[in-house]
């Protein structure tokens, strides 16, 4: 197979499938997700996947998503 496989905020070395049960039993959102882990808060391109996964529940992501203008790294390149 080849292609896009996302699982994981690379800043940070997170794989989402360790996360999710985290964000489940603490009832985190995304503000949750980046102050207490760290992910999302570097170059912030694992933040639509982080919402994605909040939402979803999914952890693997076979396509790119759009980068999340409410990060502001993301908006200052």
């Known amino acids: 197979m080849t292609g896009v496989l996302i699982t994981r905020c690379v800043c940070r070395n997170f794989p989402f499938d360790e996360l999710l049960p ?6 985190w959102v995304l503000e949750d997700v980046v102050s207490q882990t760290g992910c999302g808060d570097e170059c912030g391109l694992c933040r639509p996947y982080l919402r994605a996964m909040i939402d979803t529940g999914q952890t693997e992501f076979h396509h790119l998503l759009p980068a999340d203008p409410t990060h502001s790294e993301a908006t200052d390149l």
Not at 22 to 27: C, F, G, I, P, T
């Open 22 to 27: 985290l964000v489940r039993s603490r009832q």
